[in-house]
C-alpha cells in the first residue's frame, strides 16, 4: 500500500489530486465520489457579481479547447449563504478561487472568505490589473509580489497564488510571489490562444482570444512546473493537460507536490479518480511507498540545461 | 445581465447520472443526412425522461478527432429491453465519427443529464412543433404524453418530403401528426400560425412544445403570450462539460425584466417558452 | 484561377507557402518538386562552427514533437561555397536563415551572406544574447530593436526577424522589430517545453527543454500572428503548427501574408504542396481570385476582445 | 566535435525516395514480440537494397496516436512480385498501431532511404553477426551477397531458442547460420569471439557486418582492427524526418581523430565499423 498523501505546505491532502479551478461545480459530485479527492477547488469567484463572457466560449481544437467563459460570478454572499454550505457536508478539504480587478479588492474578497471550512485560499492572479492598464497581476513579478503582500496581510488561511503560463519568464513571477508570502503556486492557468473559423472568417470564440487547454499544454506547463521548482522553496502544484496518471506523475517527477485536473474532467468525468487509481497502482509497481517520494524525483543532475537554442 | 440563478444546487429530476458503457446494436441512416442509433444500455440510461440528454464520447475515428463529448437528446429509451436510442444528424467531426460506429462498438455514455419536458395531468391536448433534430428530442415526449393520457397535435415542418422522419414513431404513439414543407409553402410561418390558431380554437392547444427551430420558437412565443397557452422549448448550445461545470453552455433568458444567464445542460436543455430568447 | 502570388515588403512570391527554417535541407528536393514553393528557407547558420546539442533531440508528444536540435553549423564559407551553388539551379528564391550570439555577430553574418542569390536574410533572434544575461534577443523589445538595427545597417537585402512566442507581449517586441527596421516578421518559433520518461525519470530530452512544435501550437501562434498583424505594418509571416490548407488558410485571415510549415513535413514530405494545392483548390471554390484577399480578412469588427479574463 | 561532414549534398545510392502507398498484404506474428510485414508496393519501393529503410507513417489507431513516422528496415524487396517486407518488433506507440494492419489496409511508407551495405567484388565470404531486430536489416545483405557470389557465414545471437528468427531465410540464400543463445551460454563474448577467430584462421571473414548489439558492434570493431577485416554496421537513431532534414539522428563517429556528428538517415543507417561509435 501506497502512502498517497502530500503535504502543500501546512496543509496536509489526503492524496495529490484536485479539480482545477473552473472545472469543477457540485454536478460533478453526482457522478463521482468527491470524497476521494485530496481536496476541491472552486470556480474563482469575486465580490462584483459578473455574467461573464459573449458565447461562443469554447472551442475544440486538436487535442485541447480553448475557452473564454470568463468568471460569471455570484458574487461572495452567494458562496457564504450557498457554496459554503452545500460543500460541508463532504469532509475533503474546500479551496476557494478568487479574483478581483485591484490589489484592495484583492484583499477585501481574501478576508471575505477566510471562514470556517475554507481550508486555503487560490489567488487567480491571471486577471487583468485595472490599476495598471488592465496587463495580469501574474505578467509581472512586481505586480505578482504586491497582490500577493496585500493577500497574505489579508487571510491566516494557506495562501496559494495562481500564476499565468503566458509570460517570458515564469520563475521570476514565482520567486516574487514566494518572497510576498505565498504558501503555494499553482502552476498554470490557461494558454492565449485563437482559432477563426475559415469559412464563416469569424473567431471561434466570441471574445476573439480564450484560454487552451488540455493535452495540447502539457509540455509547457510540465516546464513551467520544472521551473518554478526549481526557482522556489514553497510546493508547486502543476495543473495543465493532466488527463492520466502517467501526466500526473510526470508533474510530479517535475516538481509538482500535487495536481489539479481541469479539461480532462469535461471529457471523462471520472478522470480524477482513474487518476488517483492509477497512480496508485503504479506506484504498487513500482515499489513505491510514498507517492511524495516522487516529488521533483526527475533525474536530470547529470544533464547540463542547454542554453536555449532554437 | 445578471448572474446566473441560483439553480445550481438543485438535484436532476430522474436517475442519477452516470458515465456508462454501452453497446451499439444498430446504427442506419434513416435518410440522406439522419443515422438511428440504437444501443444497449444499463438500466438508469434507460430511465431516462423525454427531454432529457445523453453526453456521448465520439470515437477517434476515421481522420476525426473529436475532443469534447457531443450532447444527443434521448430519442428513446427503454428500461424493458435495455435500450436507449438517438437520432442525429452527421454534421462535423463528432457525429461523423459517430456515424462510423458499427454494431457491437462501444459507445461512453454520460447521462442521462439535465432537465427535461414536464406535463401538467391537467392538459389533455398538447401541440408538439418540431423540426429537424428537434423531432427526436420531442418524441418520447410524444410518447410520454399518450401513456398520461394527453392528446398530441404534432406538427412537423420540414425542407422537403424526403426529409421528413419519425412520423410512424409520433402516430404510433397515437399522435395526429401534420407536415408542413418548404418545398410547397406549407411551411410558411403564416400558414403554420393559422394552423396553431385553428388548434386553439378546437381547444386542442393546452400547451406548446417545441424544438430545432428558432422560427417557430418565435412563433410560438407570440401565439403563446396572446393566447395564454404555457410552453416549453427544449435549446441547444456547444457545451464541454455537460454538468453544469464549465459556463460554456449559457444562453441568455428573460427573468423578471432581466437578462439572465442560464446553462443548458444544466438549468434545461427544457426551459418556459416564455423565457427563452431565440 | 486564383492569382497565388503575394508580397512580403518588396519581394514578390510566387504563393504564400515556404518551409520553416530547420525543417527543410536538400534531401526533400529528392521528394517533392521544391521549384513549386513560394520560398525556401534554409536551416539557421552560424559563423562560428557548431555541433548542436546532446541526444535525444526528439521527442513525440501528442500531436506535436520537442526538438532540442541546437545549430549544428557548418558556417558560413560552407554556405558559400556548397549550399548557395546547390539552391543556384533552382528559381525559387533563396531565404537565409542567420544566427549569432552577439549583435555585432548577427552584423557580420547578415553581411557575409547578402550575396547574388539570397532574396532575403531571416534573422533567427530567439537565440540567447551572451552581451545580456544568454536571454534570447527576441525576449525584450529592447534587444529585439539593437539586433534589428544592426541588422538592418549590416544588410540592403530584405530582413525577417524571427520572433520566440516564449514572451509576455509578443506585440511589444513585434512593434520594437518594426521600427527598427524589419521589413516582415516570422512568427514564430517553437515553444520552450519539456517532457519526461516516467520510468526511467530522465528527461526526454538530452538537454532538458526543448521547442514544441506541430499542431499542438497552433492555437496560440495564430493568436500571435493576430496580434502581431494588427501591432504593425510590415507583413507578418505565420509560422506554427500549419499541417493543411485549412490551417494556412486560417493565418492568412489572422493577418499572415506568407505562411511557413515545419513539423508537418517530417510527417508528410508533400505537405508543402498539399497545402498549395488545397488552398488554390478551396480558394476556386470560394470564388476568391487573389488569395492575398485573404490576408487579414478575419471578421472581427463588430466583436470586443474582452479583456483577458480566466 | 566538429560539426557535421560535408555530406548533405550527397545524392543517395538507389532509386529516388518517394513518398507511396503500399497495400498490406500480410502481417503475421512470428513469434511472441515480432512480427513479418508484407506490403505491395508501387515499383521504386521495391529497388530498395540491403541496409535501406523505409519511413513508415503508422496508423492512428487503437488509441496510439503516433505522431512521427517510424524507420524500418527493408527485410525484403521484390520488384518482381512488387512487394516489400518488414520485420518488426512490437514495442511502443508506432509498433503497436503497426501490428494492428490488417490485409487490405493501407499504408504511406516514404523510401527508399539512406545509405546501404557495399559489398566488394574481390571478397569470396563475409560474416554477418546480428541479435533481434539486426536480423531484418542483415538478410537482404545475405541474399545479395550470395547473388554476387559472396559467401556467408551467419552469426544470429539470441535471448533463447524461441528468440531465433529469419534462419531458414538466411540458409535459403545459401548462408552458413550458427546460432549461440544466451540462455545456453554459447553467445557468450568470449565464446562468440572465439567462433570468430575461427573463421578468420579458415578464410572466412573477408568483412564483418553487423546490426543489432551493440556488444557484438565492440566485438567487431576490436577484432576488425586487430585482424584488419573491415567492416560495416548498420545504426539506429530516432529519426523524425528521415530526410537528413531534422538533424534529430545524428551519432557521433570518428573520423581522423575527431568526433564528428552524423546523421544516420542521410549518412548511414550504414556506416564503417571502425568510424562507427558505441
Ligand atoms: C441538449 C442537446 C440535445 C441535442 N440533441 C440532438 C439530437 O437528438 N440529434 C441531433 O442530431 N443533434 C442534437 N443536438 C445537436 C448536436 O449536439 C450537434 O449536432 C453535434 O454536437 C454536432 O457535432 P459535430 O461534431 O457533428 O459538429 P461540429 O460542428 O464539428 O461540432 C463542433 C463543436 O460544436 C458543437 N456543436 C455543433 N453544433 C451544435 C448544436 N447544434 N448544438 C450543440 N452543440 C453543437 C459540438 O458539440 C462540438 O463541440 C443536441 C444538442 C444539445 C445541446
Ligand atoms: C534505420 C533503422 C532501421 C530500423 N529497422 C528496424 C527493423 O527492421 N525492425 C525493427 O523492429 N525495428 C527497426 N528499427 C527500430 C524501430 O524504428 C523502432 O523499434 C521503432 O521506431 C519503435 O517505435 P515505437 O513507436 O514502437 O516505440 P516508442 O518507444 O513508442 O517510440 C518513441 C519514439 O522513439 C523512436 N524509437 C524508439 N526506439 C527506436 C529505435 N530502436 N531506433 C530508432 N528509433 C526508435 C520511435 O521511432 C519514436 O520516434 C529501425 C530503426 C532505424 C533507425
Ligand atoms: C472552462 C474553463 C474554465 C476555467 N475557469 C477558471 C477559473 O475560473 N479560475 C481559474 O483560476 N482557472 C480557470 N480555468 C483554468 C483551469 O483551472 C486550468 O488552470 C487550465 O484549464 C489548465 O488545466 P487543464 O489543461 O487540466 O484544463 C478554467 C479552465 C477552463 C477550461
Ligand atoms: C527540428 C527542428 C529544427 C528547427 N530549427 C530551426 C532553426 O534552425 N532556426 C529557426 O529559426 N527555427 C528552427 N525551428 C523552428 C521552426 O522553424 C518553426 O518556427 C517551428 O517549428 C514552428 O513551426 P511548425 O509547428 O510548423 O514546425 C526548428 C524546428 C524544428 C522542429
Ligand atoms: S456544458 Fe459545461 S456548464 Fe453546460
Ligand atoms: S531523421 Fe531528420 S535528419 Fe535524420
Known sequence: MTDMSVSVGALRLANPIMPASGTFAEGLAEVIDIERLGAVVIKTITTELRAGNPVPRVAEVRSGMLNSI????????????????YYRRFAVPLVVSVSAPTVAGFASIAKAVSVPGVAA??????????????????????????????????????????????????????????????????????????????????????????????????????????????AV????????????????????????????????????????????????????????????????????????LAPAQY | MKPPPESSVVVPDSAQPADLLSRVISNDWVNARYKH??????????????????????????????????????????????????LYKVAGTGTRSLASLVPGATLPMLGPLGHGFSLEPAWRTIVVVGRGVGLATLAPLAEAAAAAGIAVQAVFSARDRDSVM????????????????????????????????????????????????????VLLQRLGRELGVPGQVALEQQMACGLGMCFCCVRPFREDDEVVNRRVCWDGPVFDIQEAMP
Open chain 2, 37 to 86: 442509433l440504437v444501443v444497449a444500455a444499463p438500466p438508469q440510461a434507460a430511465q431516462a425522461r423525454p427531454g432529457q440528454f445523453f453526453h456521448l464520447l465520439c470515437p477517434d475515428a476515421g481522420g476525426e478527432h473529436p475532443f469534447f463529448r457531443r450532447p444527443m437528446s434521448c430519442y428513446g429509451a427503454s428500461p424493458r429491453q435495455g435500450t436507449v436510442e438517438f
Open chain 1, 233 to 304: 522553496k514553497i510546493p508547486v502544484i502543476g495543473c495543465g493537460g493532466i488527463a492520466s496518471a502517467e501526466d500526473a506523475i510526470e508533474y510530479m517527477l517535475a516538481g509538482a507536490a500535487a495536481v489539479q485536473v481541469g479539461t480532462a474532467t469535461f471529457v471523462q468525468p471520472s478522470a480524477m479518480l482513474a487518476i488517483l487509481d492509477g497512480m496508485e497502482a503504479w506506484c504498487a509497481r513500482k515499489g513505491i511507498h510514498r507517492v511524495a517520494d516522487l516529488i521533483g524525483a526527475i533525474r536530470d543532475t547529470d544533464l547540463e
Open chain 1, 70 to 85: 470568463g468568471i460569471p460570478s455570484k458574487g461572495v454572499p452567494y458562496f457564504l449563504e450557498r457554496t459554503l454550505p
Open chain 2, 166 to 217: 419519425s412520423v410512424e414513431r409520433f402516430e404510433a404513439s397515437g399522435a395526429r401528426v401534420t407536415v408542413v414543407l418548404d418545398s410547397d409553402g406549407s411551411s410558411d410561418p403564416a400558414k403554420v400560425e393559422a394552423l396553431l390558431r385553428r388548434l386553439h380554437v378546437q381547444g386542442m392547444a393546452d400547451a406548446f412544445f417545441t424544438c430545432g427551430s428558432t422560427r417557430l420558437l
Open chain 1, 121 to 230: 485560499i487560490e489567488a487567480n492572479i491571471s486577471c487583468p490589473n485595472l490599476e495598471e492598464d488592465g496587463r495580469a497581476f501574474a505578467m509581472e513579478p512586481r505586480s505578482a509580489a504586491t497582490v500577493t503582500a496585500a493577500l497574505r496581510e489579508a487571510t491566516p488561511l494557506p495562501l496559494w497564488v495562481k500564476l499565468t503560463p503566458n509570460v517570458g519568464d515564469i520563475a521570476a513571477v514565482a520567486r516574487a510571489a514566494e518572497n510576498a508570502g505565498a504558501d503555494a503556486l499553482v502552476v498554470a492557468n490557461t494558454v492565449l490562444a485563437m482559432a477563426i473559423d475559415i469559412d464563416t472568417r469569424r473567431p471561434r470564440l466570441g471574445s476573439i482570444m480564450g484560454g487552451l487547454s488540455g493535452p495540447v499544454i502539457k509540455p509547457i506547463v510540465v516546464r513551467m512546473t520544472y521551473q518554478c521548482a526549481k
